[in-house]
């Protein structure tokens, strides 16, 4: 059974830095294009990110295109988020997921998921 492991959440300040890592146990990441989601107070939860399964196309949502990075280290099981310039509107729950597919673009619909990871960033 696969699980995704989420970790690195926390607080920082504006224009600060952080890294979230997501384990991949049960199976292997490399046979899954994985992603970021997250989810603020009060609304829906939404993609940011994805890497597909070669690792070789990211693709960004535009509210963190440039700030965000996306990799993965399919000899560890694990995909980073990297997160810089971080504003209060990056506040939220962020989710990693997977899915047996090439890509993960927006409208995946991913067969795991993590539990989140808080991420609060202040003013």
């Known amino acids: 059974q696969v699980q995704l492991v989420e970790s690195g959440g926390g607080l920082v300040q504006t224009g600060g830095s952080l890294r979230l890592s997501c384990v991949v146990s049960?199976?292997?990441?490399?046979?899954?294009?994985m992603g970021w989601f997250r989810q603020a107070a009060g609304k829906e939860r939404e993609w940011i990110t994805g890497?597909?399964?070669?690792?070789?196309?990211?693709l960004y949502d535009d509210s963190v295109r440039g700030r965000f990075t996306i990799s993965r280290d399919d000899a560890h099981n694990t995909v980073y988020l990297q997160m810089n310039s971080l504003k209060p509107e990056d506040t939220a729950l962020y989710y990693c997921?997977?899915?047996?597919?090439?890509?993960?673009?927006?409208?995946?619909?991913?067969?795991?998921w993590g539990q989140g990871t808080q991420v609060t960033v202040s003013s």
């Open positions: 049960g199976g292997f990441s490399s046979s899954l294009a």
């Open positions: 890497i597909s399964r070669s690792g070789h196309t990211p």
């Open positions: 997921a997977g899915a047996h597919n090439l890509h993960f673009a927006v409208t995946i619909t991913p067969d795991y």
